[in-house]
């Protein structure tokens, strides 16, 4: 079975990130050279998935307008002769197909989820959160769409957290059944460290079966009232099996100003364009004193 479709939650008020995000949805500050959410379209389409949903809220239109074209920019780089800008904003409007669909109550991410059930329909799909963006030879999600096929159920990516830090992730109770790859017995929202019953936690990407829809429609709202995914996902885990996979690659949190500079310092030194200047640059500063 094929996977056809990506939802992208993108409705948050990032307000860790005020105020920046004050006018400025947190999914188009630039992480380098290009707008975080576009980090994540790239590993979609790469993956082969031919239809992006995006989740958004009221004040996101700048992502619908990075998305789209822009014919007084294009005429006016044209005029310009800058080819390689014109190229590179073509592409953009180019990658995917893409529809938006809105968030009207900020009521968790398991409703965020909930809120594309009609656009996504009766097939399984894939799911992205831009906070995590992931560096990695072959996309995290197009290792996870391999796990899918051979075992045809849900798969969640995961990796391995420091004990101190299970508090911040859904943690999965694991069998382990090959290299990289557990089938889920259970899975707690946030535990304390002496609670957790792994160090395996659930980080961005999900591949997630449709019959979670009718799941979370009779999810109750958690802490804040909010419907966790967590929840919806351990409720489907009693009807059906789900995988969990611990992706190869690199993650970057950026759903935090610190995770953000850092991830934006490691891909630059990633970027040919300017990596070599960069590192310089850095190799030059006067660290602060501890």
Do not use: C
């Not at 190869?248 to 300017?274: I, M």
């Amino acid at each position: 079975m094929k996977i056809r479709k990506a939802v992208i939650t993108a409705a948050g008020w990032g307000t860790r990130f005020l105020p920046a995000t004050k006018a400025q949805p947190k999914e188009m500050l630039a992480l380098v050279d290009k707008p975080i959410i576009q980090y994540v379209i790239e590993e979609a389409v790469a993956s082969g998935i031919e239809q992006i949903i995006i989740v958004t809220a009221l004040g996101k239109h700048a992502i619908e307008n990075h998305f789209d074209r822009t014919f007084e920019l294009e005429y006016a780089l044209k005029q310009k002769g800058d080819e390689k800008s014109l190229r590179e904003v073509q592409r953009i409007s180019e990658l995917a197909n893409i529809g938006y669909i809105r968030q009207k109550e900020q009521l968790g991410l398991g409703h965020a989820v909930l809120t594309a059930a009609d656009l996504v329909g009766d097939e399984p799909f894939a799911l992205f959160l831009p906070d995590d963006i992931i560096e990695a030879e072959v996309p995290a999600m197009q290792q996870m769409l391999e796990i899918f096929e051979r075992y045809n159920s849900s798969v969640i990516a995961v990796e391995a957290v420091a004990p101190e830090n299970t508090a911040a992730y859904g943690i999965i109770t694991p069998e382990q059944i090959e290299e990289r790859v557990y089938q889920v017995l259970s899975m707690v929202e946030k535990p304390e460290p002496d609670e957790a019953p792994s160090n395996l936690g659930i980080v961005g990407r999900y591949i997630l079966m449709p019959e979670i829809f009718s799941i979370l429609k009779k999810t109750p709202p958690g802490k804040g009232g909010e419907i966790q995914i967590t929840d919806g996902m351990q409720l489907l885990l009693q009807h059906q099996k789900m995988y969990a996979y611990q992706f190869q690659g690199k993650r970057h949190d950026v759903g935090t100003p610190l995770g953000f500079l850092k991830a934006s310092v490691e891909l630059a030194l990633h970027n040919p364009d300017f990596a070599l200047q960069f590192g310089d640059y850095l190799r030059r500063l006067k660290l602060p004193d501890k």
